[in-house]
C-alpha cells in the first residue's frame, strides 16, 4: 500500500485511489552508497517521489543511522524515516566480487549517491572514470563534509562541523552565552535537500547533452545559503551578525513569551502594519506613534520596551486566549509546540504532513512525516518505512542476472 500525498481541498486530507497516475519520478534508478544523514536523505527525497532506490550497506557494517536515537524492540526508528521507499542490499565495494556487482548495478541506474572520504572509489577502482565507462548517463551525487579538493576534502567531518564554520552557532544562543548547536541535524538535512535538487538539475542537463556528470556537494556550504546576507553584510559593510538570542536586529517585536497557564508562544511583526496591529492589541498604540517604530531595525533598537508591552499583556492571559486574540487582530503567532502538539495541531492534520505507514513487517503500524510536498496530478507517496540489513540482496542481485550459485559464491567472498 502507498500513503499518496497529493494537492487536497481546503479542509480535506490529502488522499490517492487506486487509479493515482504514476509518481513524476517513476522509472528512476538510484543507488544509495551513502551512510548517515545527507546522502541517504537526498536518495529518501528521490524516492518519495517515484524513483527506484537501492540502499547498498557493507554486509558487517550497516549505515550507522540504523542505530542513531531511541530504537523499538532493537529496530532503530529513525532508520524507519531514512530509508523508507528504498530497497536494501549488501555489497562490500572493497571486494572483486562486491566491484563487480556495483559496476553492474551502475551501468542499470541513473544516479550514484556516495559519501565515502574523497579518494575512496578510487582505491576501488570505482571512480568516475570506471562509473561513466559502464554508464556515461550517469549522475554521481557526491556528498561530503568539506568537497572533493581543498584543504580540508580529506578530513573526517560531519554536519555538527558546518554548523560551526558556517557561522550558524556562532549567531545562535543568548548574548552573553556560548555558541549554541541544534540538537538534530540541521547541515545535514539542508545538505540532502540541495543534493536532491543537484541531481534533479544534472537530470535535466543530461536530457540535453545525453551525458551525465559529477555533483560536488560539500556539507559546509549549503548552510550559508540558509543564514543568509551575512557574507554581503560584512563585505560591503564590515558588519558581524551578533548573537542576539530570540530577538532579531531587523524587527521587533520578535521573540517567545510566557503565557498565564505555562505554556510559550513566539511572536513575530516582520511587516509594518502587522507591528502596528500588535500594539494596539496589547494596548499600546502610543509606541507605533513613536517616529522610531516606523522602521524595523528602530523597533529593533527598542526590542526592551517593545518587549516589556507584548510580554505583559501576554502573561496576564492563557496560550490560547492569547492564540484566540492574536488572530482576531490578524497579528502574527504561533504556540511553541512540542512533538506531541505537532502531531494532533489541525493545521498540519488539514495538510496532511504526516502519515500513517501500516504493515511495516518489524513494527506494524507506525507514523512519521510525510513527503515534503503535494503536488496536484502526480503526487509522491511512503510505499514502506525502511526495511532490514540486506533485505533485498537476492532480489535485487537475481535482477541483474546472477544466479543463486553467483550469489552463494559473493557470499562465500563475503562480497555480500
Given at each position: 500500500m502507498t500513503?499518496?500525498?497529493k494537492?487536497?481541498?481546503?479542509?480535506?486530507?490529502?488522499s490517492?485511489?487506486?487509479?493515482?497516475?504514476?509518481?513524476?519520478l517513476?522509472?528512476?534508478?538510484?543507488?544509495?552508497?551513502?551512510?548517515?544523514?545527507?546522502?541517504?536523505?537526498?536518495?529518501?527525497l528521490?524516492?518519495?517521489?517515484?524513483?527506484?532506490v537501492?540502499k547498498?550497506?557493507?554486509?558487517a557494517?550497516?549505515?550507522?543511522s540504523?542505530?542513531?536515537?531511541?530504537a523499538?524492540d532493537?529496530v532503530?526508528?529513525?532508520?524507519?524515516l531514512l530509508?523508507?521507499?528504498?530497497?536494501?542490499?549488501t555489497?562490500?565495494?572493497?571486494?572483486p566480487?562486491?566491484?563487480?556487482?556495483?559496476l553492474?548495478?551502475?551501468a542499470?541506474?541513473?544516479?550514484?549517491v556516495?559519501?565515502?572520504?574523497?579518494g575512496?572509489?578510487e582505491k576501488?577502482?570505482?571512480?568516475?572514470?570506471?562509473?561513466?565507462?559502464?554508464n556515461?548517463?550517469?549522475?554521481?551525487?557526491?556528498?561530503?563534509?568539506?568537497?572533493?579538493?581543498g584543504p580540508?576534502?580529506?578530513?573526517p567531518g560531519?554536519?555538527?562541523?558546518?554548523?560551526?564554520?558556517?557561522?550558524?552557532?556562532?549567531?545562535?544562543?543568548?548574548p552573553?552565552?556560548p555558541?549554541?548547536?541544534?540538537?538534530?541535524?540541521?547541515a545535514?538535512?539542508?545538505?540532502?535537500?540541495?543534493t536532491?535538487?543537484?541531481?534533479?538539475?544534472?537530470?535535466a542537463?543530461?536530457?540535453?547533452?545525453g551525458?551525465?556528470?559529477?555533483?560536488?556537494?560539500?556539507?559546509?556550504?549549503?548552510?550559508?545559503?540558509?543564514?543568509?546576507?551575512?557574507?554581503?553584510?560584512?563585505?560591503q559593510?564590515?558588519y558581524?551578525?551578533?548573537?542576539?538570542?530570540?530577538?532579531s536586529?531587523?524587527?521587533?517585536?520578535?521573540?517567545?513569551?510566557r503565557t498565564?497557564?505555562?505554556?510559550?508562544v513566539?511572536?513575530?511583526?516582520?511587516?509594518q502594519?502587522?507591528?502596528?496591529?500588535?500594539m494596539?492589541?496589547?494596548g499600546?498604540?502610543?509606541?507605533?506613534?513613536?517616529?522610531?517604530?516606523a522602521?524595523?531595525a528602530?523597533r529593533?533598537?527598542?526590542?526592551?520596551?517593545l518587549d516589556?508591552a507584548?510580554?505583559?499583556?501576554i502573561?496576564e492571559r492563557?496560550?490560547?486566549e492569547?492564540?484566540?486574540e492574536f488572530?482576531?487582530?490578524?497579528?502574527?503567532?504561533?504556540p511553541?509546540?512540542?512533538?506531541?502538539?505537532?502531531?494532533t495541531?489541525?493545521q498540519?492534520?488539514?495538510?496532511?504532513?504526516f502519515?500513517?505507514?501500516?504493515?511495516?513487517?518489524?513494527?506494524?503500524?507506525?507514523?512519521?512525516?510525510n513527503?515534503?510536498?503535494r503536488?496536484?496530478?502526480?503526487?509522491?507517496?511512503?510505499?514502506?518505512?525502511?526495511?532490514?540489513?540486506?533485505?533485498d540482496?537476492?532480489?535485487?542481485?537475481?535482477?541483474?542476472g546472477?544466479?543463486?550459485?553467483e550469489?552463494?559464491?559473493l557470499?562465500?567472498?563475503?562480497?555480500?
Open positions: 500513503v499518496s500525498r494537492q487536497a481541498p481546503p479542509q480535506a486530507p490529502p490517492a485511489g487506486p487509479a493515482s497516475p504514476a509518481p513524476p517513476a522509472g528512476l534508478r538510484v543507488l544509495d552508497l551513502a551512510t548517515l544523514f545527507a546522502g541517504p536523505l537526498a536518495a529518501t528521490l524516492g518519495d517521489f517515484g524513483a527506484e537501492v547498498v550497506e557493507h554486509p557494517k550497516p549505515d550507522p540504523r542505530g542513531h536515537g531511541p523499538k532493537g532503530g526508528l529513525w532508520w524507519k530509508g523508507r521507499n528504498k530497497r536494501t542490499c555489497l562490500d565495494l572493497s571486494t566480487g562486491g566491484r563487480s556487482v556495483l553492474r548495478l551502475a542499470t541506474a541513473d544516479v550514484i556516495e559519501n565515502f572520504r574523497p575512496t572509489l576501488w577502482d570505482l571512480g568516475w572514470e570506471e562509473l561513466a565507462a559502464v556515461p548517463r550517469l549522475v554521481l551525487a557526491r556528498v561530503t563534509a568539506f568537497g572533493q579538493f580540508y576534502a580529506h578530513r560531519f554536519g555538527t562541523l558546518a554548523e560551526a564554520m558556517s557561522g550558524f552557532a556562532a549567531i545562535t544562543g543568548e552573553d552565552a555558541p549554541t548547536l541544534p540538537p538534530f541535524g540541521l545535514d538535512s539542508v545538505a540532502g535537500l540541495t536532491a535538487y543537484a541531481v534533479m538539475t544534472a537530470l542537463a543530461r536530457e540535453r547533452t551525458r551525465g556528470q559529477v555533483v560536488d556537494m560539500a556539507i559546509i556550504e549549503p548552510i550559508l545559503t540558509v543564514l543568509g546576507p551575512q557574507p554581503v553584510w560584512y563585505d559593510l564590515g558581524v551578525q551578533p548573537r542576539t538570542g530570540n530577538r536586529t531587523n524587527n521587533a517585536p520578535r521573540n517567545t513569551y498565564a497557564d505555562g505554556g510559550w513566539a511572536v513575530s511583526t516582520s511587516a502594519s502587522v507591528a502596528e496591529r500588535l494596539d492589541l496589547v499600546r498604540p502610543d509606541l507605533a506613534a513613536r517616529p522610531w517604530f522602521t524595523g528602530g529593533a533598537g527598542h526590542a526592551d520596551e516589556a507584548v510580554g505583559a499583556w502573561a492563557t496560550r490560547d492569547v492564540l484566540a488572530e482576531k487582530a490578524e497579528a502574527a503567532v504561533a511553541v509546540q512540542d512533538v506531541r502538539e505537532v502531531l495541531d489541525p498540519y492534520q488539514a495538510l496532511g504532513t502519515a500513517t505507514v501500516p504493515d511495516d513487517p518489524e513494527l506494524g503500524v507506525l507514523r512519521m512525516q513527503v515534503l510536498f503536488l496536484s496530478e502526480t503526487p509522491g507517496g511512503i510505499r514502506w518505512a525502511g526495511r532490514p540489513h540486506g533485505a540482496t537476492d532480489a535485487v542481485l537475481g535482477e541483474l546472477l544466479s543463486v550459485a550469489i552463494a559464491a557470499r562465500a567472498e563475503e562480497a555480500v
